[in-house]
């Protein structure tokens, strides 16, 4: 069974792992200065939709988890070869729709060749990232599947602290499903025991326990 996720989306642990701030009426020119003088931080970071600006800043569990899902997706890429390019929290945006976003992870894989080496992406001749994933362990102030499927984000994670949700982007809405399309031997379920481990198990035992579930199982040779 699936599930449609379009301006209503699931809600989540109010457990304080970011601290969220959402201003109103903000101009698309204050919005492109405010991203230039943070242009070389890592936080906060922000979305914004037709006048509304979040400002969202990690703490170190939202981080932990962050990163660790970048590591979980370099070893799974090399161990099954296939390239998965990260641009961490990238600034996105079109002034054409008025919106923008900064994701906590995205990552190219069929169009990485495209986007390999380019200083800034321009998503009126770019293709957005294949795959986006947010660690939303308090509720976002800016429902960010909308804007998402806007900017034409095919995937999106999301970790709510204790669970991964899949969304594939059907027509112009989200559709929650088991599996991902970017790397289908990825479900939800899985997503989330290895992320949930990495806060348990030290650093190299929990990648070689990564490592050791992509490769294929000796009965299958």
Known sequence: ??????????????????????????????????????????????????????????????????EALKLMLSALGEEWNVEVYGLGSTTFKRKLFKRGFEPDSCFYLKHASRIRGKDRIDLAVDPPPELVVEVEITSPAIKKLPIFAKLGVPEVWRY??????????????????????????????????????????????????????????????
């Open 160 to 221: 709510d602290g204790s669970r991964t949700t899949v969304h594939l982007l059907k027509g112009e809405v989200y559709v929650q499903q088991e599996r991902s399309r970017a790397l289908p031997r990825l479900t939800g379920e899985i997503i989330t025991t290895f992320l949930n481990e990495s806060r348990t198990l030290d650093r190299l035992t929990w990648l070689r326990k990564i490592r050791k579930w992509a490769r294929p199982s000796k009965q299958s040779k």
């Open 1 to 66: 069974m699936v599930a449609v996720l379009n301006e209503v989306e699931a809600p989540m642990s109010l457990e304080p792992a970011e601290s969220r701030v959402v201003l109103r009426e903000v101009s698309w020119e204050t919005y492109e200065r405010l991203l230039a003088d943070l242009e070389d931080c890592s936080a906060p970071r922000l979305t914004y939709d037709r006048g509304d600006l979040e400002i969202m800043s990690p703490t170190a569990k939202h981080e932990a988890i962050n």
